[in-house]
């Protein structure tokens, strides 16, 4: 979130793109029969007013999401013409021990023993737990139904922000101190501090919609929601204390 767009725009092509599309023609010289790309809800965009699903049109916002559906489309004609079988994968928002960015900010936020002003955003949005994205990954490896497919991948449990506050500080086995401040103040004063883009980030709806995961591979999250917070907390906790 830092970087220029100039920046952002050649180091997301030169990972996202160009090296993708070198693991493919190697994966390919190799005889690798099937090639799993971990793809970004962010192809579709970044807010929803329905929850997006696997045939919702793309509409990426930034470099980054631009970047993951360039190498989606360059992936699909590749394997298509090399007969090797392909399956993307958009995930939401991934968390799980050693977490960073953004996600680490907002625990090290619900840390503090401070009340927070969040208790009357009721977005919902969609995560999904390290634990879960890699059953996800390993099903997608071996399914036979799952080849040529897109799949989007979430807990299966949309939060909003004061939910989520609530679980993390219930991992830290602390009172959730939530004020009642109403969004569009909270809205107003990010766009105070000139921090529009938190305005998406942590009062906006970004739902995934996960049915075909669940109706055509039969996957179902092997954690909940509330475990995979716990998990992130302790080991948060843990690093911490070192």
Sequence with gaps: MHETEQDSHQAYQ??????????????????????????????????????????????????????????????????????MEYVIIRPPLIYGPGVKANFKALIKLAALPLPLPFGCVSNLRSFISLDNLNSFITL??????????????????????????????????????????????????FNLVGKPHYVDRLLGDLQLDITKAKTVLGWQPVISFDEGIRRTVEAYAHETSI
């Design 140 to 189: 997608c490896c071996e399914h036979p139904l799952a080849a040529n497919q897109t799949f989007l991948i979430s807990d299966d449990h949309d939060v909003s922000l004061a939910a989520l506050i609530r679980s993390i500080r219930k991992a830290f086995r602390k009172p959730a101190c939530l004020l009642p401040c109403p969004t569009w103040l909270l809205k107003a004063l």
């Design 14 to 83: 030169a990972v996202n793109v160009d090296y993708t599309m070198r693991v493919a023609e190697y994966a390919h010289r190799i005889g690798v029969k099937r090639f799993v790309f971990l793809s970004s809800i962010k192809v579709n965009g970044e807010r929803t007013i329905q929850p997006f699903e696997e045939l919702s049109p793309p509409n990426p916002e930034d470099n980054y999401g631009k970047s993951k559906h360039q190498a989606e489309e360059l992936l699909k004609t590749f394997c298509v013409s090399h007969g």
